[in-house]
């Protein structure tokens, strides 16, 4: 099933923080963490095998807690290059990755 | 980070004629293999996922007979759309897990651009 993410869409101003979060109404796994600009394919950013698993790369960074079935990547300090729109990707159990529905992410100069 | 390619980038093919998408890892050797389509502005829907040397799962609603999925080696998977029609127009993603490269990541192809007319 497809987990949930939110929220839809949100705009920040440059150097503004967000928090985009992806609920599970199954048992995770794995969650892993894409960015997608317009016309182009998603690209990685992280993948969270553990619960209570926290990672980050530069100022992207996100947290897995296994026991709420959730996931949040936390954005901060955007710059404009975070742009785009970022997807959850949940493993359940078995080789399948199902995607939530996108979360329209606009930073503003 | 592992790369992989697909081919080609963008396609217009008349309606009733059939495309065929390539992926291909190029660095790594992928174990599975996944073909998503993404229509604008929405998500990406898992179609199948194929395993190499096996059949291609597809996922509920997907005709397998409609689109043709072959993993034929560790770095390639094609897919087939047979007798497109406009509503088969979308963006095609594949993506490959590695073998070598930690179970569970996915490597995105750049996609691929079917319009039918």
């Known amino acids: 099933q497809q987990p949930v993410q939110s929220p839809q869409a949100v705009i920040l101003r440059e150097g503004e923080d967000a928090v985009i979060n992806c609920s599970s109404s199954k048992a995770l796994y794995s969650v892993h963490w894409y960015r997608q600009k317009h016309g182009e394919a998603p690209v990685f950013l992280m993948i969270?095998?553990?619960?209570?698993e926290q990672k980050g790369h530069e100022k992207i960074s996100a947290s897995f807690n296994e026991k709420k079935q959730q996931s949040s990547l936390y954005l901060t300090a955007s710059q404009l290059s975070y742009s785009g729109t970022y997807f959850c990707g949940i493993n359940t159990g078995g080789f399948k990755t199902i995607f939530g529905a996108g979360t329209r992410l606009f930073v503003k100069a | 980070g592992a790369v992989v390619s697909q081919h080609p980038s963008r396609v217009i093919c008349k309606s009733g004629t059939s495309v065929k998408i390539e992926c291909r890892s190029l660095?790594?050797?992928?174990?599975?293999m996944f073909w998503y389509r993404q229509f604008p502005k929405q998500s990406l829907m898992l179609m199948a996922t194929?395993?190499?040397?096996?059949?291609?799962?597809?996922e509920q609603g997907v005709e397998k007979d409609k689109f043709l999925i072959n993993h034929a080696s560790l770095t390639l998977s094609t897919l087939t759309v047979t007798s497109a029609h406009p509503e088969d127009s979308s963006f095609y993603i594949c993506?490959?897990?590695?073998?070598?490269?930690?179970?569970?990541?996915?490597?995105f192809g750049p996609g691929t651009r079917l319009l039918v007319l």
């Open positions: 969270l095998l553990k619960g209570g």
């Open positions: 194929s395993n190499e040397g096996s059949k291609a799962t597809y």
């Open positions: 993506s490959a897990r590695s073998r070598d490269r930690g179970s569970e990541t996915q490597y």
């Open positions: 660095d790594f050797q992928a174990t599975t």
